[in-house]
């Protein structure tokens, strides 16, 4: 499972890719890991599956992403497993294989920047880079007790990445500290928008949606971010209910999933392991009137969550439903929790918001991650808010 | 040519797409217009052609380069003219207008990003965002008059922005003041690399390729950043000839440019304008071999320019061999201008390098360009000694 090659599986098979940081740089003395789907100038990018690496050439550019991190001082120390052309939320990989979840060795790492999270969850690094389109960042991050953003879409360019469903693709990242989570951040994000966070809003259906396990072990968080936002407002962002939500959201990404990578899937006919085969084959298929309806209710959905945020306001919420499903989880039971969880991560992406998932709890021996959210172009304000809610709540790093 | 509406016929037609900046932030007091190819959440892009309009509903989302800059307290003041799907170097649009050159009114104000370069020049507002992939902010910056920046690749983000060839697509800007071309990019670059730039090289291919005069011109600008660089280095560049760099990046180009915009083309069978329609036309029935060997060509220059480059050094060079092509030139004068300025702008095309050009000099009644071009990631170094050129030469804005 582990060795001291590769600690945790988290990184993809073969020499490690390392490369030295500039000597001095915001991110100085800081070590990192970068998902297998950034390129980086004459490596082989595999995108979790050989025959991606096999089908494409050695990168000509540094995904600038990187490049930053490495320009900021840090030192990357590996490129790490993505699930299979990034499309999945459990973490497993039928060619590169599994990450271990240091945090909760019997369950999922979290996908599909599974490798990532593995790496600074067990300490090999301080922090990595992911890709985050329907949760790949949150919900690692969540499943294995990290801090972790996807910024608002678009704000970390995602030049040199492979992508998934480009008008949801974000490029976030994961730290086991929150100090560190929002330094990477001053390194990648644009300027910080101006203007104090506030008020604070709970969306009703999103709580009710999750195990009253959760909800309830992370009451805590709630009323420290309470204390620093006031009383929170209960509101409804979702009365046609989340599964909509889900169903929308798995609609108008396989479109774009298939628009991205159907011409190479077409082409090349590569195995997929059992989840991510499933989910190609229908996008293969999806219905072009059945994506239109999925766009058009985005941009509903879009709208209503401007018209809330707009002003400054952050809903904070279970990042996931759930905590990481077992990793002998039947495929039925990990479809059950991708459509859950799913209803839960279209919010920010329907409406390109950013997310900042805490790891607030542990909930059955497993950890759960809790989220704030904002309008898009407030994430440094949000990673600020996170760095004072680990201290009022007592988690740190 | 020009009304109070519409000065210059900078800016897309019907009513103007203005927006607030946040109240206060780094941009603030300052106002810029916006290449019609960036999406504004709730209007239709039309990337300078009515079919592309008609065909793309409102965006669901502004785009983040956009939006940084409203949040940095900058007001928008308008969309402006690009050519048609951004595939050329002249400024004409025959749909919506060429906008008029304030700085030579009777030449070309220089494309795609003409609109944006005419309200700058014009003085209608402070800065405006454009985008260049083979020299769409550099060009019209060196035909305006302006100071223009196109960045590393990748380093901001393309979010939102219709593409044309991705892997050379850039978010560039127009300045008539190098420090407010500087604070654009305090707001939307990521943070500066480490170390000193230097030392200075010329490209002695790139010198050979400039019209005498224009040469002559620059020499004052060259003189003047030896003195705060040294005395420049010359290097050969291109032994094989700028021709070739202009043919490989014509065919790697056409190629993304099918892959990008071809379905479009192919369904809606656009009429263009003589150039772009040439452009399209000859992108259609690419050579996929001539493309491959322009693909394989890239890689070359790409690993020459990092060799040169990597260390901190700074190239200087005409950013454009000529000045601007007269308004009543024939397209096949145009089609000879393109060739030769083409095998210069590749130079950082290929390798992804940024590039800032200085107003420095006229030559026959128009001005020219003067280039500083650095290794990916150094943009940030490169506006600092852009502000210091220009008080060194005694240029300003």
Known sequence: MTDSQNPFGAFVPGPRAEMPGAPSGPLAGLTFAVKDLFDIAGLVTSYGHPLWAETHGPAVATAPA??????????????????????????????QGTPTNPAAPDRMPGGSS?????????????????????GSVRIPASYCGLYGIRPSWGAVSLA????????YDTCGWFASDPEVLRRVGDVLLPAPGAGPLG?????????????AEVASALTHAMTALERLLGAAL????????????????????????????????????????????????AARVM??????????????????????????AVMAYPTSPCP????????????????????VTAIAGFAGLPEVTLPVARVGGAPVGFSLVAAPGRDRALLDLAVALAKEAGIGG
Chains 1, 2 share one sequence.
């Open 324 to 343: 990481a499903p077992r990793r002998d989880a039947p495929q039925d039971a990990l479809q059950a929790v991708r459509v859950r969880t799913i209803g």
């Open 287 to 312: 219905d072009p009137a059945r994506a239109a309806a999925g766009r058009a209710f985005r941009r509903g959905i879009a709208a209503r969550m401007r018209g809330l945020l707009g002003g400054g």
């Open 66 to 95: 990187v490049l930053a991190c490495l320009q900021g001082g840090a030192r990357m120390v590996g490129k790490t497993i993505t699930m299979e052309l990034a499309y999945g939320l459990t973490g497993e990989n039928a060619w």
């Open 199 to 211: 008020p604070l809003l709970r969306p009703a259906e999103v709580w009710a949606n999750a195990d």
């Open 160 to 167: 040199g990445a492979a992508p998934l469903a480009p008008s």
């Open 234 to 281: 209960t509101v409804s962002v979702a009365p046609e209910g989340l599964p909509g939500f889900e169903a929308h959201f798995r609609a108008s990404q396989a479109e774009e999933a298939w628009a991205s990578l159907g011409p190479w899937v077409a082409k090349h006919n590569p195995e997929f392991g059992p989840g991510v085969a499933d989910r190609f084959a």
């Open 114 to 134: 599974a490798g990532s999270a593995a790496a600074v969850a067990g300490r090999v690094c301080d922090f990595a880079l992911g890709s985050d389109t329907g």
